[in-house]
């Protein structure tokens, strides 16, 4: 079956413009996870879904980020006004549910570029 | 807060040499602990998780980890790695009490094999 697939994988932008990354969870995952991968770093978890709600947002680095998901499956990363420090790979992950001893399948990334 | 320590920014072995990468994480109860395997131009894949019990937990692809509890490590080792198990390595913890929505991330390590 397939797995989380994300687009795009290359998206290369002008500092100011806003983008909108997407992420499609393995069906019948009910939980969604975003993380951020900069450079050289780990992955900074930015927030999660339990269907289509968000209980945890406190990863957003900033106002300018937001994020949305509708019908249990797709789900969009939107980055405002976006910065240079936002350059980084973006990565999805969906599991059955959030509990504990579910794994967390990860997409490929899209990797922002903000020049 | 949990925190995730992975010391060694980069691992060079040889062909058919033993490897431990070293995990060392922060947290007040036992966390939930991962190792995640990321292969160039590929998502995160999971290697092995220890949630309680044994401590010596088997992965996939010959890796198995051990969590001491003493020492607060989770480390990764393979008897004889192989060519294709160059990729970077990241150890994860998840919180014990509310699952694994909020997975915190080591910074990784870049395996690289010689023949």
């Known amino acids: 079956g397939a797995g989380v697939s994300q687009s795009p994988s290359n998206k290369v932008t002008e500092k100011g413009k806003d983008v909108e990354l997407r992420c499609d969870p393995i069906s019948g995952h009910t939980a969604l996870y975003w993380y951020r991968q900069r450079l050289g770093q780990g992955l900074e978890f930015l927030i999660y879904?339990?269907?289509?709600?968000?209980?945890?947002k406190s990863g957003l680095p900033s106002d300018r980020f937001s994020a949305e998901r509708t019908g249990e499956s797709v789900s969009t990363l939107t980055i405002q006004r976006t910065q240079q420090e936002d350059s980084a790979v973006y990565l999805c992950?969906?599991?059955?549910?959030?509990?504990?001893?579910?794994?967390?399948?990860f997409g490929p990334g899209t990797r922002l570029t903000v020049l | 807060a949990q925190s995730v320590t992975q010391p060694d920014i980069h691992i060079t072995v040889s062909e058919g040499a033993s490897l431990e990468l070293r995990c060392n994480y922060s947290y007040g109860a036992t966390p939930y602990l991962f190792w995640y395997v990321q292969s160039p131009g590929q998502g995160l894949q999971l290697l092995l998780k220890y949630f309680s019990g044994d401590t010596l937990v088997q992965g996939i692809k010959g890796f198995e980890a051990e969590f001491k509890r003493s020492q607060s490590s989770f480390n990764l080792r393979k008897p004889s790695v192989h060519w294709s198990d160059a990729a970077e390595y990241f150890c994860?913890?998840?919180?014990?009490?509310?699952?694994?929505?909020?997975?915190?991330f080591g910074t990784g390590t870049r395996l690289t094999i010689i023949p």
């Open positions: 992950a969906s599991s059955l549910d959030f509990a504990s001893y579910n794994e967390q399948f």
């Open positions: 994860a913890v998840g919180l014990s009490n509310f699952g694994n929505e909020k997975l915190t």
């Open positions: 879904f339990q269907g289509n709600s968000a209980p945890d």
